[in-house]
């Protein structure tokens, strides 16, 4: 089949989101201006760079997690294991701005070590971030959309010491989880290593 997405595909749900999968699942905790910590977590988020790193996350509707980025600077990026699966699934809720998810969630709130958002205690590891840039996304005809992207540099990086394997981040210990299409989640896929080619 073929579609364009501005006529409409005329399947019971949207392929969109299950066709970019697996995507890294963004857990970003922030803090509002009162002090109450907010954690979120976003499905379109990733790397953008290495040097330096920085990471993006895409909010659908100006959501709290981009008011207190934008309010304070900073957020946390925490990895979602699967030990954390269920504590994500929680957090997702729409909670009033005044209420924490870190509570809602039975989640052990950590202080960070450069800025003022906390990380979740037993995550594999996390990375504290100082906001960059925010933007407004545009359509193709440069109009705005209700979509918000929020960039930072990663400053800080904490990574539980039992997730490390001979001086390597370990994703089989970590066991990440990404986010697929409709109400699909992927666990710990098998990993290989393929070194790149040397000539054409």
Known sequence: MFYEP??????PHNPFKAIVAPRPIGWIST?????????????????????????????SGYKDSVR????????????VGEAQVQGMSQTSF?????ISEFEKAGLEAAGCNLVKPPRVADAPAALECVVTDIRRVQDRAGGVTGNWLVFGEVIGVHIDDAMLT???FDLE??????????LDYGLTPPIIALARPTNG
């Open 6 to 11: 501005g006529e409409g595909h005329g399947l």
């Open 173 to 182: 210990k970590a066991k990440p989880v990404t986010r697929l299409g409709y």
């Open 31 to 59: 803090l509002a201006a009162d002090g109450t910590a907010n954690l979120a977590p976003y499905s379109f988020f990733n790397a953008v760079c290495d040097q330096p790193p920085i990471v993006m996350f895409s909010s």
């Open 94 to 98: 729409a909670y009033d701005s005044d």
């Open 68 to 79: 207190n980025a934008e309010a304070t600077g900073e957020f946390v990026c925490n990895f």
């Open 166 to 168: 001979d001086g390597r």
